[in-house]
């Protein structure tokens, strides 16, 4: 575990301390003159329990500590330690095509995947690398690679079903292939119904094949079917499949008694790597309270000035 900053140049600014002290003592030392032209201050003080130099050196540290506090924010102070994360960097693959209404699932198929979408990202170990694609006749990006999980949850919740019909798998992993061309590991977590309409099953995998991504597809619906917008609508579990398992990855169908922990636990490899934690948000709450205790502190006379 260790710290770095990533604007180091606003360092330079500690230089102000030792000038902070130097004025702080300055001053004290003229105040101190001045009252004993003017009276016994020595005398008052041992009657009065007053102190000037130890009352105000509570100020002079409240004060450097706000300095201290101030710049390293604005330096950015980073900490860097091991954390668990998947060797994985994932692209959630939603299907928002038509035959996602279809109600074989509760509430309906769009619904359920994205609910199963979001148990899969809050099962992620901290720091991993996930995006968000929705998927017709053609993919959209809702959400670029990132760690934070509440930006991801937020992404999925925002899919809605699309008025552009068909659904294009290729496509998908065209896109996908984009956000994770930077990444060691990549991964597709595709959830649909599977009926592939555009472009062919064969094409998705040698993109997939060739950009070295493997694709775990999850088939949502049920071989029976269900009431979908425009008619019945039943699961395809044969491209998911040829998806699937041509790309190294798995395929699992789900319905709503089925546990999907066990999935995710079959997908997600844990690692140890290097994570980071920028710290500027916390100083600056630092500094805040900092600022309201000394003000607390003056206002019942603590501290002398």
């Known amino acids: ?103 074989d699932v509760s509430p309906d198929r769009i619904s359920f995947a994205k609910q199963t979408a979001k148990d899969f990202v809050n099962s992620l170990p901290y720091e991993s690398n996930i995006a968000v694609v929705s998927f017709s006749g053609e993919s959209q990006i809702e959400q670029g690679l990132t760690k934070n999980k509440q930006e991801v949850n937020y992404a999925i919740d925002n899919i809605e079903l699309s008025e552009i019909g068909g659904t294009d798998i290729y496509e998908v992993i065209s896109n996908s292939a984009d956000i994770l061309n930077n990444e060691k590991a990549k991964a597709i977590i595709l959830f649909s119904d599977g009926q592939i309409n555009i472009g062919s099953v064969n094409e998705a995998i040698n993109a997939a094949n060739f950009n070295e991504i493997l694709v775990h597809t999850f088939g949502i619906g049920t071989a029976e079917g269900g009431e979908a917008n425009y008619g019945l609508s039943k699961l395809d579990e044969d491209s998911l499949k040829s998806l699937a398992y041509n790309t190294d990855g798995k395929y699992f169908n789900i319905n709503n008694n089925r546990n999907i922990k066990d999935p995710f636990n079959e997908i997600v490899k844990p690692t140890r790597r290097l994570g980071s934690i920028n710290l500027t948000f916390y100083l600056i709450i630092a500094v805040i309270i900092l600022f309201i205790i000394k003000q607390f502190l003056l206002s019942i006379n603590k501290i002398i000035w």
């Open 1 to 103: 575990m260790y710290i770095s900053f990533t604007h180091p140049i606003y360092l330079l600014f500690l230089f102000v301390i030792p000038i902070l002290i130097f004025f702080h003592f300055f001053g004290l030392k003229n105040i101190r003159g001045k009252s004993l032209k003017f009276a016994n201050f020595n005398a008052i003080a041992r009657v009065k329990g007053i102190d000037l130099y130890s009352k105000n050196i509570y100020l002079l540290i409240f004060n450097i500590l706000f300095v201290i506090l101030l710049v390293f924010a604005l330096a950015g102070l980073t900490l860097y330690k091991e954390v668990e994360a998947s060797s994985f960097s994932f692209v959630i693959a939603v299907d928002n095509s038509g035959s996602m209404s279809a109600d």
